[in-house]
């Protein structure tokens, strides 16, 4: 009697652990089916990251996508996603930012490039690199039209013209650079580019040569207390406009030829 007792519990035992076994496997495969899913989620997301997209997207048209997310079209080719980031430069002229008559692009801010592609597609330019934009670049459709139909005497020159878009080094490689003279605040905008804004806030572009002669009074070189101007470094004019620096501007061509270091 006892071992026929003996058995029958044995064998209870038995289906009870192999019961609980089968649930704790069953358990495990949906956890390990869970943390797959997820895991190659972030694998792909990765590998996506690193396999961005890179190359330049001429005569495009910016959408807004999804905050930082953007999609450039470009006739003849498949719609190219990117993203944006804080070192993402961006250039308007009109639509994102800036003046339509203006000669030279305007720097813009990543807020004013997603309002403007929010409301309508915006035709730019777009630098990728590993899928993130390293510049886009507003084109001056409008304002090469305008120059094309203006322009009888060249009218192979503006017909290609209007065809593609300009950028402020284009421009200025072609005599269109702004000229004249600006009081205000220089700041830094990216090595050898710099704005001045003038006392109602607008900011002008322009670029610094090894032609440029920089003159400082206790700011970006030299003695506040000196009698005279000291002849400044473009390196020290660099370290000054990040933190912004009141000085008179000449400009020729889209390039100063002379910063003048407002006393």
């Not at 308007?92 to 000669?103: L, Q």
């Not at 692009?105 to 403007?116: K, M, R, S």
């Not at 704005?195 to 032609?211: L, P, R």
Request: glycine share 14%.
């Amino acid at each position: 009697m006892m071992n026929r007792h003996l058995r029958k519990a044995v064998v209870a035992t038995a289906v009870i652990t192999a019961g609980l076994l089968m649930t704790a496997c069953q358990n495990d495969d949906v956890e390990d089916g869970a943390s797959g899913t997820g895991g190659t989620g972030v694998e792909a997301s990765a590998a996506g990251n690193a396999k961005g997209v890179s190359g330049s997207f001429k005569n495009g048209e910016v959408t807004y996508l999804a905050p930082g997310k953007y999609i450039v079209s470009v006739p003849g080719k498949d719609d190219q996603q990117f993203f944006v980031a804080d070192d993402t430069e961006v250039y308007g002229a009109g639509t994102v930012c800036g003046e339509a008559g203006a000669k030279v692009d305007a720097p813009c801010t990543l807020d004013q490039l997603e309002a403007a592609a929010k409301k309508d597609a915006v035709g730019a330019d777009v630098e990728m690199k590993n899928g993130v934009a390293t510049l886009v670049t507003e084109r001056r459709a409008a304002q090469q039209g305008a120059d094309s139909g203006s322009d009888s005497d060249s009218g192979s020159d503006s017909g290609s013209d209007s065809g593609s878009g300009e950028t402020a080094v284009e421009g200025i490689d072609k005599g269109k650079g702004v000229n004249g003279t600006w009081f205000g605040n220089v700041s830094y905008l990216a090595p050898g580019k710099y704005t001045v804004s003038d006392t109602k806030g607008i900011e002008q572009a322009f670029f610094v040569s090894e032609e440029t002669e920089i003159w400082g009074a206790g700011d970006i070189c030299g003695d506040a207390a000196g009698q005279s101007a000291t002849e400044c470094t473009e390196a020290e004019l660099e370290k000054a406009a990040k933190k912004g620096v009141g000085a008179e501007v000449t400009i020729s061509n889209g390039i100063a030829t002379r910063i003048t270091e407002d006393h």
